[in-house]
């Protein structure tokens, strides 16, 4: 199967130390992610914008009695993860360029993120099954 044309970049955000995963949670879907789609380079170039955030408590239960896992190892480092997707991996830079998004968005992601310490992953997702 081809690649999907459309790009996608994740972000694996980290969340600053000494904030509760709930606090963490609710303000990256209630306040950032609002705050990120207002302005206008994100209107204009994002197709798609998605947040996943962990459920410790189902992932800890999952990960119980998986072969794969090492017992007794700690949670996870990244807490959420943002995908973006767009038409080029150039729509997505130009994100991150803006002035806007320097002044307003990018400041807003350290109330709740350790910046430093996430991480970017960029690229094509394959569809391999869909109902």
């Known amino acids: 199967m ?12 980290t969340p600053k130390e000494g904030v509760p995963q709930e606090e963490f949670s609710t303000y990256l879907k209630e306040k950032h992610a609002p ?3 207002s302005i206008a380079i994100s209107k204009r170039n994002l197709l798609k914008y998605e947040q996943f955030h962990v459920d410790f408590k189902l ?9 794969w896992h090492e017992s007794g190892s700690a949670q996870p480092k990244f807490w959420a993860l943002a995908t973006l997707e767009a038409e080029s991996p150039e729509k997505i ?9 320097l ?8 109330v709740v993120c350790d910046r430093a ?14 109902a």
């Not at 992932?59 to 072969?67: D, F, I, P, S």
């Not at 002044?103 to 350290?110: G, I, L, N, Q």
Request: hydrophobic letters at 45%.
């Open 117 to 130: 310490g996430s991480y970017i992953l960029a690229g094509h997702y394959v569809t391999l099954f869909e």
């Open 93 to 101: 830079l130009e994100i991150f360029k803006d002035e806007e998004y």
């Open 2 to 13: 081809a690649p999907s044309q459309r790009f996608r970049m994740t972000i694996l955000a």
């Open 59 to 67: 992932t800890t239960a999952l990960n119980a009695g998986a072969e």
């Open 35 to 37: 705050l990120f789609l």
């Open 103 to 110: 002044r307003v968005v990018a400041p807003d992601e350290s």
